[in-house]
């Protein structure tokens, strides 16, 4: 079975610097995967997506994220974050099949500090 | 376009009460799902519809859950006696083609808020 496991519940950081959301995923078969965002009191948006090719992925926001098959992780990352990237975020990830259903990990809840 | 549209956004029952929830996906998302998140858990799969019929019910917890989407339009979530444990967000989320990971985006409702006292 499929699991998704964010490592971090809160990451502070101060307005201006770099970030970076951890995600690691288990499957046994090949994946797609996904970053979801949810700002306060709004529903979940997708915030970039690997379904294949280039390893790298950029999204929307300055946010990027790199999927590495060896380590099973889609990590996400800003080089310099702003007061309104405050939000939660959901790594997630889908086995293609003919029950297709996403799979979201627990959530990072990111506090920008001015 | 509208989106994904939850009713109602916050609802507080007893314990053994009856609440029924609503979701309208964006008009011509055949493909319609119901998650739970319980408090600062994950995001969990209830079920999948595609049109009327129950594509996935795998993640529905126990049978005092019942899922309609009559004419494969809006659909309800029902949940009868509500216990304790039921508390949460519900959240709705619609796909136009079948297997989301080909399409990489479900867009959600802002979810129902359900709180069992």
């Known amino acids: 079975a499929q699991s998704v496991t964010q490592l971090d519940s809160q990451v502070p950081v101060f307005e201006e610097a770099p970030v970076e959301l951890r995600c690691n995923y288990s499957?046994?078969?090949?994946?797609?995967l996904f970053w979801y965002v949810q700002y306060p009191n709004q529903g979940l948006q997708l915030l970039l997506k690997?379904?294949?090719?280039?390893?790298l992925v950029k999204g929307i926001n300055g946010f990027e994220a790199e999927f590495n098959k060896s380590q099973t992780s889609f990590h996400l990352r800003k080089p310099s974050v702003h007061i309104s990237d405050t939000a939660e975020y959901f790594c997630?990830?889908?086995?293609?099949?003919?029950?297709?259903?996403?799979?979201f990990g627990s959530g990072t809840r990111l506090s920008i500090r001015p | 376009e509208a989106g994904v549209t939850q009713f109602p956004s916050h609802s507080v029952i007893e314990k053994g009460q009856t609440v029924t929830l609503r979701c309208d996906p964006i008009?011509?998302?055949?493909?319609l799902y119901w998650y739970r998140r319980v408090m600062g858990k994950e995001i969990k799969f209830l079920l999948h519809?595609?049109?009327?019929?129950?594509?996935?019910e795998s993640g529905m917890p126990n049978n005092r859950f019942l899922a309609e989407r009559t004419g494969g339009t809006y659909s309800t979530l029902k949940v009868q006696p509500a216990e304790l444990e039921d508390s949460g967000v519900y959240f709705c989320?619609?796909?136009?083609?079948?297997?989301?990971?080909?399409?990489?985006?479900?867009?959600f409702g802002e979810g129902s808020r359900l709180t069992v006292l």
């Open positions: 989320a619609s796909s136009q083609d079948r297997v989301a990971g080909e399409t990489g985006e479900l867009f």
């Open positions: 008009s011509g998302h055949d493909n």
């Open positions: 997630a990830v889908d086995v293609y099949s003919s029950a297709s259903k996403i799979i």
């Open positions: 690997y379904l294949s090719g280039s390893t």
């Open positions: 519809f595609v049109k009327e019929s129950k594509q996935d």
């Open positions: 499957s046994s078969v090949s994946v797609y």
